[in-house]
């Protein structure tokens, strides 16, 4: 499976975006799922992170209070709203599929990795 992450765009600070990853196939609504952004020059950080049946969620310090995860398995879609956008959430937005039992803020825990969306975030 291969996830697509959408709904990137240019936005004001303070401004809001909902981010969306689809699956292009099984085992999505089974498995957790991540967010993640890379800036340029920048490793990519853990941003939020939903387990398969969405009672457990976790976010970054930087982010919370701010955005939220959620997700539709019906839809195969994990969901990010971010609201009172910084410009430092400048980033290229990925998620991933969590493939191993280590931690959730940890990349090397997750794949099956798309393109990604860049969130662009004026000042």
């Known amino acids: 499976v291969q996830l697509q992450a959408s709904g990137g765009g240019l936005v004001q600070a303070g401004g809001s975006l909902r981010l969306s990853c689809a699956a292009s196939?099984?085992?999505?609504?089974?498995?957790?799922v991540a967010w993640f952004r890379q800036a340029p020059g920048r490793e990519r950080e853990f941003v939020a992170y939903i387990n398969w049946d969405g009672l457990n969620l976790q976010y970054a310090d930087s982010v919370k209070g701010r955005f939220t995860i959620s997700r539709e398995n019906a839809k195969d879609t994990v969901y990010l709203q971010m609201n009172s956008l910084k410009p430092e959430d400048t980033a290229v937005y990925y998620c991933?599929?969590?493939?191993?039992?280590?931690?959730?803020?940890?990349?090397?825990?997750?794949?099956?990795w798309g393109p990604g969306t860049q969130v662009t975030v004026s000042s």
């Open positions: 196939g099984p085992p999505f609504s089974s498995s957790s």
């Open positions: 991933g599929l969590r493939y191993s039992s280590g931690s959730y803020y940890d990349k090397e825990n997750f794949g099956s």
